[in-house]
């Protein structure tokens, strides 16, 4: 199985890095998949989205992600976000209230919604 070296960054921390198999990301011009040996790209991650890596050793790391570029080359991707949690790390319920809560901002309900699409993404496998 062909693999690539995979960094998950944000702005305050690095949150993931190792070898995988496929990366899925939510971007501004929407979803894309990458495996080793993807042609060079350059993309912009949508606001309040997901990226979704799967190591080599089958593990599936999910985060929300908000904001923020990534760039592939033929062995290595490097998603780098203005902010990210890892869905384990959500709090759902919290974020469960600003998606119901009438005088949240747009920033905050993207970031909600995010949040809530990264831990449900890891529920149903």
């Keep these: 199985m062909a693999e690539m070296t995979v960094d998950l960054v944000a702005v305050e921390r690095k949150l993931w890095s190792g070898q995988a198999s496929f990366v899925s990301a939510q971007t501004t011009e929407g979803q894309i998949g990458i495996m080793a040996g993807h042609e060079p790209l350059l993309g912009q991650l949508v606001e309040g989205g997901t990226v979704s890596i799967v190591s080599t050793d089958g593990e599936r790391i ?3 992600v908000h904001g923020g ?15 990210a949690e890892l869905a384990g790390e959500v709090d759902v319920d919290a ?31």
Aim: charge should be negative; proline fraction near 0%.
């Design 62 to 64: 999910v985060a929300a």
């Design 95 to 125: 974020a469960r209230k600003v998606l119901a809560d009438a005088s949240a901002t747009e920033v905050e309900l993207r970031a909600a919604k995010g949040q809530v699409r990264a831990v449900e993404a890891t529920v149903t496998d």
């Design 69 to 83: 570029f990534f760039s592939v080359t033929a062995d290595t991707v490097r998603v780098l976000a203005e902010s």
